[in-house]
């Protein structure tokens, strides 16, 4: 994935690399509720997020990450103050077709991505 570094070792099952991206969480109706993240710490299965402490976040939520064009179904694994971590249950490209359910998210990355 792009602007990723070494990988980390880790006794968990997929190889983590710590990064610093722009990310944006989005849940609800029509992915209404919106917030931005950095995106840390990332691999195939999951990423640890850093957002404000005082953002609530549901059980489950999508994860945009802005430079990959890419939205992740994520579930809530653990919340720290500033930090959550997040595991992905699905990838979906946001550069091609989505379903009409996924349509907001790409307009979503479409208005963040960069030119």
């Not at 699905?90 to 349509?103: G, N, T």
Request: aromatic share 6%; with cysteine; glycine share 6%.
């Amino acid at each position: 994935m792009a602007g990723m570094t070494a990988p980390i070792a880790d006794a968990r099952s997929g190889v983590r690399r710590r990064t610093l991206l722009r990310g944006r969480i989005c849940w609800g109706p029509q992915y209404a509720i919106t917030c931005d993240c950095a995106i840390r710490d990332l691999s195939e299965s999951g990423a640890q997020l850093r957002l404000p402490s005082s953002q609530a976040l549901p059980p489950t939520f999508a994860v945009i990450h802005i430079l990959e064009g890419a939205a992740f179904e994520a579930e809530l694994a653990w919340r720290r103050g500033d930090l959550a971590g997040v595991k992905f249950l699905q990838r979906h490209d946001l550069k091609e077709a989505v379903p009409r359910d996924l349509l907001p998210l790409r307009n979503i990355w479409l208005a963040l991505a960069p030119a």
